[in-house]
């Protein structure tokens, strides 16, 4: 007996079904980790201590890193809650004690500092959270260009 042609389609179907939702799921990497918790906290890892604020949350598809520990450079985009001004007090506070030199500073909707040390220089761009969005905070850093005197 023949199989019917509703019942190849139904057996391929299912065959592509399973094999999509098998394809799509994602192992955690613990009980208690989703791969995107593990990815975030391996690149916490990876800077040296006290670069982040407390409770900040990596958004990946924004942030690019290169490099680790107190030689990293790119841009690391935090969700950094409603009050963004916890995030803004800690790079003014905490920088500086980890050798950064404060070069200016503007308090605002969207503020903005800029920092050295080394070889490297930092950006911070704090965006305020609304009733409805959380705030943002962007930390770039870039290798220093040094031109040569004439």
């Known amino acids: 007996m023949k199989p019917s042609f509703f019942t190849s389609s139904r057996v391929l179907v299912l065959s592509l079904v399973v094999l999509c939702t098998a394809c799509s799921s994602t192992p955690k990497t613990s009980l208690d980790e989703t791969p995107q918790q593990a990815l975030n906290s391996s690149v916490f890892e990876g800077l040296a201590p006290n670069t982040l604020p407390a409770g900040a949350k990596m958004i990946n598809e924004q942030t690019l890193i290169l490099g680790s520990g107190d030689t990293w450079v790119g841009k690391i985009t935090l969700d950094v809650g409603k009050d963004a001004?916890?995030?803004?007090?800690?790079?003014?506070?905490?920088?500086?004690?980890?050798?950064?030199?404060?070069?200016?500073?503007?308090?605002?909707?969207?503020?903005?500092?800029?920092?050295?040390?080394?070889?490297?220089?930092?950006?911070?761009?704090?965006?305020?959270?609304?009733?409805?969005?959380?705030?943002?905070?962007?930390?770039?850093?870039?290798?220093?260009?040094?031109?040569?005197?004439?």
């Open 85 to 150: 001004v916890i995030a803004y007090r800690f790079f003014l506070e905490q920088y500086p004690k980890q050798g950064w030199t404060l070069l200016s500073t503007v308090r605002g909707q969207t503020s903005m500092m800029v920092f050295t040390k080394d070889d490297r220089n930092a950006t911070v761009q704090i965006t305020d959270g609304t009733v409805v969005t959380s705030g943002k905070a962007i930390l770039t850093v870039t290798p220093r260009v040094v031109s040569p005197k004439p």
